[in-house]
């Protein structure tokens, strides 16, 4: 047995030899703790009143995957995101983030492990009366971050969402897919490694949605985000558990399709029935299974 200082000598090595830069965001992979997953449910259980939502919820979102989560309006989605920002605690059950179980933390404590998450909401939920600027800069202003590195921060997220022209707008100036990308944007700030989406592409029109789940594509594949995807658009599934990002040779980032031969390994399903996890997979596994139950789902009945 090592002793825990001889242990982390040991993981400061492994990490100097394999930490590697990710050239937007400056991120480290492939650092020796990825083994621990970034969120974990284990046993969750939950009842608002007499209605259980969730019964006995267990599950792994390993270090740079996405997990979507589908079930039918009502079956504890945004709850289990609610969960895992520790807005909600559950009755019975715990939940890991990255290793440290926060079932039982204080409003403190918890603000300090959300200040390594990201939340995309449904509507964008910006602030109506702060600029685009001020919505995104909004937790570096907070914490009282220097202006100019405020700014720099800001033009960088902008950019990652394709939207440094709107930096000096109000929000009612946009249409409603910039203002789920200025969403993002906030999300992003302070380069969280875990990002959690409720329905982000929920009333866009299907090129909008498409950008949303390229970002979300981007975060995943490019800086090693972890993240839950709420949805129950059946497209978003297809772009997020068949394409990928790389960059291409001049170093621009370009969407690819795995095709027959390649499973996308960094993507997982999950669908939740009556409290319970009905399926968890491979997108692959899920349009050939059988259950009637998961087929009508799947088929939009
Ligand atoms: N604070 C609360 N008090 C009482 N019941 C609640 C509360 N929050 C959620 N619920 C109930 O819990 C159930 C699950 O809600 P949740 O918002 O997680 O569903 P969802 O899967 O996100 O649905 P949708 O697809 O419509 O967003 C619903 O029946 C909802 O009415
Ligand atoms: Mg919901």
Redesign the pocket.
Known sequence: MLSSEEKKIENEEVEEKTERQSPEFGHSFFRADRAVPAIEFKDVRLA??E?V?LDGVSFKVRKGETKIIL??????????I?LTLGL?KPDDGEVLINGEDITYFSESQMMKVRENMGMVF?EGALFDSLSVYDNVAYRLHEKDVEEELVREEVERMLQFVDLEEAIDKMPSELSGGMRRRVGIARALVGEPNIVLF??PTAGLDPPTARTICELAIKLRDIQDVSSIF?T?EMKNLDYLAQEYAIHDEEGNIVFEEEGERLCLINTEIIM?NEGKIIFEGKEEELRTNRDPYIQKFLNGK
């Open positions: 608002f009143d209605k939502i079930g039918r309006s009502g079956s504890g989605k945004s709850t289990t609610r909600l449904q409720d329905e709420v129950h939740i």
